[in-house]
T-cell receptor, first 112, second 112 residues
Framework: GENVEQHPSTLSVQEGDSAVIKCTYSDSASNYFPWYKQELGKGPQLIIDIRSNVGEKKDQRIAVTLNKTAKHFSLHITETQPEDSAVYFCAASKGSASKIIFGSGTRLSIRP | DVKVTQSSRYLVKRTGEKVFLECVQDMDHENMFWYRQDPGLGLRLIYFSYDVKMKEKGDIPEGYSVSREKKERFSLILESASTNQTSMYLC???????????FGSGTRLTVV
């Protein structure tokens, strides 16, 4: 089955700098790649997603890139702010009828 | 907005007890999921359901069962709780045509 690996497990960046989280997946049939943010005491929330027919998607300070050939996808957060501190999960799925497989999570801390 | 409500935020149970974790969603979603979240392991799928009275095993079903008698409610049952079931439990739902999940806030279960 699908396996999603996520790195790093923890990441600390200075406020205003950029943060990058990387994931790889094993099943070439996967075609949907969401990213979830989990704040303290809350459930994960979808923040951005990308489908396999595009290579990059941006939403304000957040962008996701996908390299289907290498089976890599990454989350980029620019101009980081204190409210970006959270645990981030990448995930992969083979479509709307399939379950989502999650990575192990990255704890992002923003230093003031 | 879709709301997924988990009945308890914190639970403490004794070894050997039968434990029920309840999840209710208010958007008529067919698909519902139970995950457990452990540090360094990400979100692991326990059970899921595509419709009323239907259930499918996820990746770690051992020691758990589920019940889906009504569309809006998906219950996770620990038949005889053990200390290795101490974890954060997350419920999620989605509509069949959608890709992303909506999560509840989680139930932190401690088995002593």
């Amino acid at each position: 089955g699908e396996n999603v690996e996520q790195h790093p497990s923890t990441l600390s960046v200075q406020e205003g700098d950029s943060a990058v989280i990387k994931c790889t997946y094993s099943d070439s049939a996967s075609n949907y790649f969401p990213w979830y943010k989990q704040e303290l005491g809350k459930g994960p929330q979808l923040i951005i997603d990308i489908r396999s027919n595009v290579g990059e998607k941006k939403d304000q300070r957040i962008a996701v890139t996908l390299n289907k050939t290498a089976k890599h996808f990454s989350l980029h957060i620019t101009e980081t702010q204190p409210e970006d501190s959270a645990v981030y999960f990448c995930a992969a799925s083979k479509g709307s009828a399939s379950k989502i497989i999650f990575g192990s999570g990255t704890r992002l801390s923003i230093r003031p | 907005d879709v709301k997924v409500t988990q009945s308890s935020r914190y639970l403490v149970k004794r070894t050997g007890e039968k434990v029920f974790l309840e999840c209710v969603q208010d958007m008529d979603h067919e698909n519902m999921f139970w995950y457990r979240q452990d540090p360094g392991l990400g979100l692991r799928l326990i059970y899921f359901s595509y419709d009323v009275k239907m259930k499918e095993k996820g990746d770690i079903p051992e020691g758990y069962s589920v019940s889906r008698e009504k569309k809006e409610r998906f219950s996770l049952i620990l038949e005889s709780a053990s200390t290795n079931q101490t974890s954060m439990y997350l419920c999620a739902s989605k509509a069949p045509a959608n890709y992303g999940y909506t999560f509840g806030s989680g139930t932190r279960l401690t088995v002593v």
